[in-house]
Protein backbone atom coordinates (compact mmCIF):
# COMPACT_ATOMS: atom_id res chain seq x y z
CA UNK A 1 0.00 0.00 0.00
CA UNK A 2 1.06 3.47 -0.84
CA UNK A 3 1.22 6.24 1.79
CA UNK A 4 1.14 9.45 -1.01
CA UNK A 5 1.02 8.71 -4.48
CA UNK A 6 1.83 12.02 -7.06
CA UNK A 7 0.89 11.23 -10.46
CA UNK A 8 2.82 13.79 -13.14
CA UNK A 9 1.17 13.68 -16.07
CA UNK A 10 -2.23 14.47 -17.00
CA UNK A 11 -5.01 11.86 -17.21
CA UNK A 12 -8.89 11.73 -17.99
CA UNK A 13 -9.25 9.57 -14.64
CA UNK A 14 -7.58 8.32 -11.77
CA UNK A 15 -6.39 4.49 -12.63
CA UNK A 16 -7.85 2.40 -10.87
CA UNK A 17 -4.96 0.49 -9.86
CA UNK A 18 -3.31 3.32 -8.15
CA UNK A 19 -6.49 4.28 -6.08
CA UNK A 20 -6.60 0.15 -4.90
CA UNK A 21 -2.72 0.32 -3.83
CA UNK A 22 -4.00 3.39 -1.82
CA UNK A 23 -3.68 3.11 1.90
CA UNK A 24 -6.34 4.74 4.53
CA UNK A 25 -6.09 7.90 4.79
CA UNK A 26 -3.43 8.07 1.96
CA UNK A 27 -3.34 11.25 -0.48
CA UNK A 28 -2.78 11.51 -4.20
CA UNK A 29 -2.16 14.20 -6.05
CA UNK A 30 -3.16 14.18 -9.75
CA UNK A 31 -4.29 16.71 -13.08
CA UNK A 32 -7.22 15.36 -14.42
CA UNK A 33 -7.22 16.98 -18.06
CA UNK A 34 -8.78 17.03 -21.34
CA UNK A 35 -6.18 17.21 -24.39
CA UNK A 36 -5.15 20.51 -26.21
CA UNK A 37 -4.92 19.33 -29.88
CA UNK A 38 -1.72 17.40 -31.21
CA UNK A 39 0.56 18.79 -28.50
CA UNK A 40 0.74 16.27 -26.06
CA UNK A 41 -0.32 18.69 -23.84
CA UNK A 42 -3.71 18.87 -21.48
CA UNK A 43 -4.99 21.44 -19.38
CA UNK A 44 -7.79 20.93 -16.21
CA UNK A 45 -7.10 20.83 -12.86
CA UNK A 46 -5.13 19.32 -10.00
CA UNK A 47 -6.96 17.30 -7.64
CA UNK A 48 -6.27 15.74 -4.29
CA UNK A 49 -7.94 12.28 -3.80
CA UNK A 50 -7.82 10.88 -0.46
CA UNK A 51 -8.90 7.63 0.41
CA UNK A 52 -11.28 6.89 3.65
CA UNK A 53 -8.94 6.01 7.15
CA UNK A 54 -10.36 2.56 7.35
CA UNK A 55 -8.79 1.14 3.87
CA UNK A 56 -12.95 0.97 2.78
CA UNK A 57 -12.87 2.04 -1.14
CA UNK A 58 -13.93 5.21 -0.50
CA UNK A 59 -12.66 8.26 -1.37
CA UNK A 60 -12.81 12.35 -1.10
CA UNK A 61 -11.51 14.70 -3.66
CA UNK A 62 -10.73 18.33 -4.28
CA UNK A 63 -9.25 20.47 -6.73
CA UNK A 64 -6.22 22.56 -5.93
CA UNK A 65 -5.36 24.54 -9.29
CA UNK A 66 -5.48 25.00 -12.67
CA UNK A 67 -2.95 23.17 -14.54
CA UNK A 68 -1.08 22.67 -17.77
CA UNK A 69 1.00 19.27 -18.19
CA UNK A 70 1.91 16.77 -20.36
CA UNK A 71 -0.41 13.69 -20.86
CA UNK A 72 -0.26 10.87 -19.93
CA UNK A 73 -1.18 8.61 -23.04
CA UNK A 74 -1.70 5.28 -21.48
CA UNK A 75 -4.28 6.49 -18.96
CA UNK A 76 -6.92 8.24 -21.12
CA UNK A 77 -9.72 7.42 -22.21
CA UNK A 78 -10.89 8.76 -25.54
CA UNK A 79 -14.75 8.41 -24.50
CA UNK A 80 -14.47 10.68 -21.28
CA UNK A 81 -12.67 13.53 -23.41
CA UNK A 82 -16.09 15.17 -24.52
CA UNK A 83 -17.36 14.83 -21.02
CA UNK A 84 -14.30 16.41 -19.04
CA UNK A 85 -14.41 18.67 -21.71
CA UNK A 86 -18.32 19.74 -21.13
CA UNK A 87 -17.61 19.22 -17.39
CA UNK A 88 -14.76 21.72 -17.32
CA UNK A 89 -16.48 24.48 -19.64
CA UNK A 90 -19.52 24.30 -17.61
CA UNK A 91 -17.89 24.79 -14.25
CA UNK A 92 -19.21 21.02 -12.83
CA UNK A 93 -16.02 19.65 -12.99
CA UNK A 94 -15.12 22.25 -9.68
CA UNK A 95 -17.85 20.80 -8.18
CA UNK A 96 -15.73 17.32 -7.60
CA UNK A 97 -15.29 15.81 -4.34
CA UNK A 98 -15.86 12.32 -4.49
CA UNK A 99 -14.34 9.50 -6.67
CA UNK A 100 -16.27 6.41 -6.69
CA UNK A 101 -15.34 2.82 -7.27
CA UNK A 102 -18.22 1.08 -6.38
CA UNK A 103 -20.40 -0.58 -9.60
CA UNK A 104 -23.49 2.02 -10.00
CA UNK A 105 -25.19 3.32 -12.77
CA UNK A 106 -24.68 6.66 -14.30
CA UNK A 107 -26.65 9.53 -12.21
CA UNK A 108 -27.28 12.97 -11.76
CA UNK A 109 -24.19 13.09 -10.04
CA UNK A 110 -21.70 11.74 -11.86
CA UNK A 111 -19.33 14.19 -13.28
CA UNK A 112 -17.10 11.58 -15.63
CA UNK A 113 -18.13 8.09 -15.40
CA UNK A 114 -16.95 4.70 -16.79
CA UNK A 115 -17.46 1.52 -15.17
CA UNK A 116 -14.62 1.12 -12.32
CA UNK A 117 -14.31 4.90 -11.66
CA UNK A 118 -16.68 7.81 -11.69
CA UNK A 119 -15.75 11.50 -10.60
CA UNK A 120 -18.61 12.94 -9.05
CA UNK A 121 -20.55 14.89 -6.35
CA UNK A 122 -22.22 12.32 -4.83
CA UNK A 123 -21.19 13.23 -1.13
CA UNK A 124 -21.27 16.62 0.69
CA UNK A 125 -18.29 18.40 1.47
Known amino acids: MANFLLINAGVTHPHRPWLDRLAGGGPMVLP???SMGATGLG???MARIVRAPSD???FSARLLTLVAIYSCSNVRDAQLEP???KASATG???RMN???VDGHETGERCIVHRGDVC?????SP
Open 119 to 123: LSFAE
Open 32 to 34: ITI
Open 56 to 58: EPK
Open 43 to 45: KGV
Open 92 to 94: VLM
Open 83 to 85: LLG
Open 98 to 100: AVR
